[in-house]
């Protein structure tokens, strides 16, 4: 059975710094694609970062800049250091990955999904 357990998250003041981390197991291969979403309260969940296969990146507007995606295929991890931080930020954090190729942000086409670690960030 597949799994994404991610951590990492807490509370942190403006300007400060995180990193989450996804751990995945379960799934032989490695995933065509992988992404972090957030969804804050009262707010639809967005793309934050996601990796295709091939190393590329890409980062929504809002975090580019200051978020830095990575992964490590031999212990099938992903990564997001967050620096910079500000209070927007906030939100439950969630892990996605998939085999197929589709779109980095389409959150409902993943076929694994984590529970989430929640982000804070106070002013």
């Known amino acids: 059975q597949v799994q994404l357990v991610e951590s990492g998250g807490g509370s942190v003041q403006a300007g400060g710094s995180l990193r989450l981390s996804c751990a995945a197991s379960g799934y032989t291969g490695v995933p065509y694609r992988m992404a972090w979403f957030r969804q804050a309260p009262g707010k639809e969940r967005e793309g934050v970062a996601g990796i295709y296969r091939t190393f590329t990146a890409t980062y929504a507007e809002a975090v580019r800049g200051r978020f830095t995606l990575s992964k490590d295929n031999a212990k099938n991890a992903l990564y997001l250091q967050m620096d910079s931080l500000k209070p927007e930020d906030t939100g439950m954090y969630y892990c996605?990955?998939?085999?197929?190729?589709?779109?980095?942000?389409?959150?409902?086409?993943?076929?694994?999904r984590g529970q989430g670690t929640q982000v804070t960030v106070s002013s």
């Open positions: 996605a990955a998939d085999l197929r190729d589709r779109l980095w942000s389409d959150w409902d086409s993943y076929n694994y």
